[in-house]
Every structure is written in C-alpha cells, then in structure tokens.
C-alpha cells in the first residue's frame, strides 16, 4: 500500500476510533462533525474526504460491526438450532458481549434511526442477512410468526434489553443472560427446560 493510502486509511481510522468517542460522551445526536474532528485533531476538511456526512461515517462504523459479527458466526462451535436452549444463550451471550464492547455505536444507530427515516431504511437493508440468518437458526420451531418477523422478535428485543441493561443494571450479567435466554427459547416456542 502507497504511503498515501496508508496516510488516508489512518486518518479514517482516527476519525472513526474520534467519532465513537464522541458518541459515547455526548450521544450521536448531539454531536457534530466538527466535535469528532477535534477530537481526531484533524482538520474538519479531512472528515469530508472520507465520509460525506457524520450518518455516511456512521453506516461506515454499521459495516464494521457487521464484519466483526460475521465472523463470529463463522466460529467453531457456533451452534444453529434455536430448538436447544443452548444454542439460543449462546447467541445471547455472544451478542451480550458484542453490544457492551460497541455500546456506543449501537446507541448511534438507534439516535440516528429515530430521527433519520432514510437512515432507518439503508441500516435495516445492512441488516437484512443477518435477519436471514437467525431466521434459518429457527427451522423445526413452532413459531408465532413468519420466520423473519420471528427473527425480527428475536433480535430487537435481544438489541433492547442490552440496552436496558449497559444503561444501568438491575441484576447480575449472568442472571440477565440466563433471563433473557429463556425468555427467548421460550417465546420462540422453544420447550420449557
């Protein structure tokens, strides 16, 4: 790689690692450009060479996440039968553990998709395979809904109690886990164990 690109990879990766720092700081919503700038100590221009506005960096950051998941689905032992209970707390547990490292970004994309309608649809349409995903880890259930909408069920209610939970605990993170876990098996109609 050219210096160039190297120089031009690194300034995003600053302007990134800057802007969920501000996220996490002040929230998505009340932060502007010039905030993750300064915090990058790059020049505001730098930002518009990489992103065409904090919501093009934010679906930048979304991306990222995205990769770092499918390659946890891609981990051995990584079980696909939602019939097990322990196939379901091992997704809770491994998404528990996503959601606190990426706290910030995950609260940016909720901020971002309540105000921003377009914005709610392109990161929905990034999100679309790994619905499919979880959608085939629900074959053999006796589901309450199309397997979509049942994993649509399952993943924004995971998404929500996390963030209920990385806001301020009420339990202990295992009693939450092992909760939420069999409140999803159970929901899903997996059998009551």
Same mark, same amino acid.
């Given at each position: 790689? #050219? ?9 995003? @990766?600053? $302007?990134? /690692?800057? &802007? ?17 700038? /300064?915090? &990058?100590?790059? &020049? ?7 992103? @065409?506005?904090? =919501?093009?960096? *934010? =679906?930048?950051?979304? @991306?990222?996440? *995205? &990769?770092?998941?499918? @390659?946890?689905?891609? $981990? ?8 097990? +209970?322990?196939?379901? +707390? ?12 990426? +706290? ?7 901020? /971002? ?6 914005? /709610?649809?392109?990161? +929905? =349409?990034?999100?679309?395979?790994? *619905?499919?995903?979880i959608a085939g880890h629900l074959a053999g259930l006796d589901l309450p809904a199309d397997p979509l909408v049942a994993a649509s069920f399952f993943t924004t209610t995971l998404s929500a109690l996390a963030a209920g939970?990385?806001? #301020?605990?009420?339990? #202990?993170?295992?009693?939450?886990? =092992? ?9 899903? #109609?997996?059998?009551?164990?």
């Amino acid at each position: 790689m #050219g210096t160039r690109k190297q120089q031009a990879a690194q300034t995003e @990766a600053e $302007l990134k /690692a800057a &802007a969920i720092r501000v996220f996490e700081r002040t929230g998505y919503l009340n932060t502007k450009i010039t905030d993750i700038t /300064a915090e &990058a100590g790059r &020049a505001t221009g730098s930002f518009y060479k990489h992103f @065409a506005s904090k =919501e093009r960096l *934010l =679906e930048v950051l979304l @991306a990222d996440l *995205l &990769a770092e998941a499918d @390659a946890s689905s891609e $981990l051995s032992g990584h079980p696909d039968d939602f019939r097990d +209970r322990a196939a379901v +707390r091992w997704h809770v547990t491994v998404f528990w553990s996503f959601y606190g490292r990426h +706290r910030a970004v995950m609260s940016a994309l909720q901020q /971002a998709a309540i105000v921003d309608e377009e914005f /709610a649809r392109r990161s +929905r =349409e990034m999100l679309e395979p790994d *619905l499919h995903h979880i959608a085939g880890h629900l074959a053999g259930l006796d589901l309450p809904a199309d397997p979509l909408v049942a994993a649509s069920f399952f993943t924004t209610t995971l998404s929500a109690l996390a963030a209920g939970w990385f806001a #301020g605990p009420s339990v #202990g993170e295992h009693e939450m886990i =092992e909760s939420v876990t069999t409140f999803l098996h159970q929901g899903l #109609g997996g059998a009551a164990r």
